[in-house]
Nanobody, 113 residues
Framework: VQLVESGGGLVQPGGSLRLSCVASGFTFSSDWMSWYRQAPGKERELVARISNRGGHTGYTDSVKGRFTISRDNAKNTVYLQMTSLEPEDTAVYYC???????WGQGTQVTVSS
């Protein structure tokens, strides 16, 4: 199993980023997927999850209305569209196969002026 994230970077408060995670080594369309994040000095937290066909999504309260998780099963890719970014969103973002202990390497998101 391999999960490769991309799309992180430095963005000003109020800006947007789209993270991508390309999956391989398993039947992507069969599994729920998720995004987690870990800020400095804090525990890793679940940010968003999406069902195998994309019909069901869930978000942690702090990102509701600002982040959108989606997937393209034809491309084995899950996305996290992040808007209205805040300094508190600064973290390493990880892609995870929701029900399994498979993680990507993470991508850094820094929100700062």
């Amino acid at each position: 199993v391999q999960l490769v994230e991309s799309g992180g970077g430095l963005v000003q408060p109020g800006g947007s980023l789209r993270l991508s995670c390309v999956a391989s080594g398993f039947t992507f369309s069969s599994d729920w997927m998720s995004w987690y994040r870990q800020a400095p000095g804090k525990e890793r937290e679940l940010v968003a999850r999406i069902s195998n066909r994309g019909g069901h999504t869930g978000y942690t309260d702090s990102v509701k209305g600002r982040f959108t998780i989606s997937r393209d099963n034809a491309k084995n890719t899950v996305y996290l569209q992040m808007t209205s970014l805040e300094p508190e969103d600064t973290a390493v973002y990880y892609c995870k196969r929701y029900s399994y202990d498979n993680w990507g390497q993470g991508t850094q998101v820094t929100v700062s002026s």
